[in-house]
Structures are given as structure tokens and as C-alpha cells.
DNA sequence: GAAAAAAGACAGAATAGTCGATATAGCAAC
DNA sequence: GTTGCTATATCGACTATTCTGTCTTTTTTC
């Protein structure tokens, strides 16, 4: 794989999330990444497609890293989701957090027929598939309600940390969290 | 106040919402509305300004709404944090509901120096204070805290809501929020 | 007749995307 | 080692549209 295509694609995801997207023109891409049009019209058909692969690549590694980070802090099921909480909250409050990048997508291309919107719809859905995975090993009986509602905290507390900086709101998500993980039904082993 | 200014702000508010913001040029809203760019440019003097505006409405508007709701529907300040839910529901799963307009700015404008993200950040701080308000009158202790993580819970929905219209979202963060209600310690009457 | 609004042209900048010509590599043949 | 081929990248101009914002003139409305 090409370094101008990776560093094409680290400077629009750079700006994507400073800027935003519609803010960011492929003008502003090819000058911060030190190429040209014709390079970036290459390696991307159009500006949409250079979208779509953005918020893929971003995806891919968010939960390859948060999923690495569960994988070998604990192989307790039941204690990965109180985890979970631990690792959102150090990538909310590490330096170059700059968002959840499908709910500022969405937000952006609000249409849901947009294929946009939709890849931003199926990465929340994979994000809560994933959550579901890991209440289901902890025994949750419910496993799908309890995912949707921890979503919901997570994605709340950044967009509370989206919306001013340090505010900490990860810290009273990770506390309700526990409560509801506390209360929901599990199997008994 | 005139009507055609009215107009602008209400036409503004749907394609805002329904295209976003940074996608909506003025001349589809003045198309829209029956109007010219002279005529609003004249009541707003850049489309910055009638940005702020339609957020500023949108805000009051739903603040007002969500106030009389609750002072109509109870007297008890315990039962109104969970009416709160039952209104915020009302309000996500009627037909034209778009989103929440700070949610969406936010996203568009996410640098926080931009007066339009900041803004949007003083509405989502108000409509914490509101919770709080409540929370406190229902003898919470820790109202602040408490009325933080519904706020997370609330936006939460609504993001999931806007990713999927009809997701029922709301319904589990309800059933969350009841968990939480009841967990949070209160001063005894 | 006076004020408000419409109509439409206009400026100047930015938008996405294209095109042709040039430069620079690595690599093979001789 | 030199030459030539080829793929890749650069440069800048170019189209054509859209953007915000302004202007003048005409029409409507009271």
C-alpha cells in the first residue's frame, strides 16, 4: 500500500474531526498532506468514497484496539464490562481524542438513505454488537438491552466530552454503568 | 415580528436539521420559504446569525414545551425525573422529531472556540441545570451527578434514535434511567 | 406616495473533479 | 554504466458549480 495513500488518509481523518467534514475540502486534504489532487483523485474516486474509507479505517481500529486491550487485561467475562469503561475512558481522556467519528458522520449526512449515514448506522450497531457479545459471556440475560443502554452512556459521555473538553462526564458514565451492570438479571453458574 | 422572518427561521430549523447545517445554503432556504436573500439578509445580517437564532428558538421552544409537560403532568418532584422520560419519548418517537439541535451543531462546528459550538455547549449545560433542578427538588443528593448521567442516557437515545428513527432507544434508557432513579441516595423527608 | 419585498444580476471565493505536461523514481536490457 | 521503459507523482491550469453576501431595479402592498 502506497505511504501517500496512508498519509492521505491520516491527514482527512485528522480533519474530518477538527473541522468537520463538510468544512474539510479536498483542497485542504492534498495541501496538510503535502501532495495533489490528481494523487488523492487516485487512490480515491471521489470525495465520499475518501469519506467512507475514513470512517472505516477509523472503526477497524478502535475496536481492534479496544478489543485488544479487553482481550489481555482480563479473561474474566464478567469483569470486561466494568473494563470496558476503564479503556473508553482512557481513550476519551488521552490528548488526541477528537470524537466518536460515525455520531459526528451522522450528524453531519442526517439523511438516512445517505451511504454515509448508513456505514456510521452499521459501526454504532456494530459497537453495540460488540458490547452484547461481552454481557452475553458475563451470563447477562438480557444482554442486548443491557448494550444498548451502556451504548447509550457511552455514547452520551462523548458527546459530552465532544462538546467541551475534560469535563469528565466518562467518569459518572462509568459509575451508572456499574449500577445498571449490578441490576441486570444473569444466569446463575 | 414578521411573518416572512418567522417563516425563514421555521424553514431554516427543518433544513437544518433535515440536510444539515453546513449543506444548507441560503438560497434553498429563501427558495423554500417564498423569500429572497435580500429579505434575509435583512432581518439576519450572515447566515452565522440565523444559525445562532434557529438554535436559540429550537432550544427555547423544546425547553418550554418540556417544562409545561412536566408542570401540567405532576406536583410530586419525585415522580417528574420519571416523567422526564415519558416526555422526552413523546417527544423523540413523534413524527417530526429531527434530532437535537445542539447535538447535531456540535458536530458540525466541533472546534470549541467556534461561537456556534459554543452555543450549542450552553444548551446542553442548560438542559443538565434543568435536570439537576428537578433532581434536587426530588431530594437527590447528588443531583448534579445524577442528572449528568440521564442527560447522558437522553442523548444517548437521541443519537441511536437519529442513526435509526425507530430504534426504541428511548425505551431502554428509560428502563435505565428508573435503575439509576432509584439507586441514587436521597435526603430523607 | 412610501415602505417592503421580489427579482435577478453580480462579485469573489470555494467547491469537487479533470486534464495534459512534466519530473522522478525503480528496473530491465544492452 | 548508460539507455530506455514504465509506473508513480507533481504541477498548475482548467471546468463548472456552488457558496455567501451585495447591488440595482422593479413590483407589490398598504
Redesign the pocket.
Given at each position: 500500500m502506497?505511504?501517500?495513500r496512508e498519509k492521505i488518509l491520516t491527514v482527512a481523518t485528522d480533519l474530518f474531526q477538527t473541522r468537520g467534514i463538510n468544512?474539510?475540502?479536498?483542497?485542504?486534504i492534498v495541501a496538510v498532506a503535502?501532495?495533489?489532487?490528481?494523487?488523492l483523485?487516485?487512490y480515491f474516486k471521489?470525495?465520499?468514497i475518501l469519506i467512507l474509507e475514513v470512517l472505516q479505517q477509523g472503526h477497524q481500529e478502535f475496536q481492534s484496539w479496544l478489543n485488544a486491550k479487553l482481550d489481555q487485561s482480563s479473561k474474566k467475562p464478567a469483569e470486561k464490562l466494568q473494563k470496558l469503561f476503564d479503556f473508553v475512558e482512557e481513550w476519551v481522556t488521552s490528548p488526541d481524542f477528537r470524537g466518536m467519528a460515525f455520531m459526528k458522520a451522522s450528524a453531519e449526512f442526517p439523511n438516512e438513505e445517505n451511504i454515509i449515514h448508513k456505514l456510521s448506522a452499521e459501526h454504532a450497531k456494530e459497537f453495540r454488537s460488540y458490547i452484547a457479545d461481552i454481557a452475553s459471556q458475563a451470563g447477562v440475560i438480557e444482554a442486548e438491552a443491557l448494550a444498548l443502554q451502556l451504548s447509550m452512556l457511552i455514547e452520551g459521555a462523548i458527546q459530552a466530552e465532544q462538546m467541551k473538553r475534560g469535563s469528565g462526564a466518562i467518569k459518572y458514565a462509568k459509575k451508572a454503568a456499574k449500577v445498571l451492570i449490578d441490576a441486570a438479571p444473569k444466569k446463575p453458574q
Open positions: 502506497s505511504a501517500l468544512s474539510t475540502g479536498v483542497d485542504t503535502g501532495t495533489t489532487k490528481m494523487t483523485y487516485k471521489s470525495k465520499e
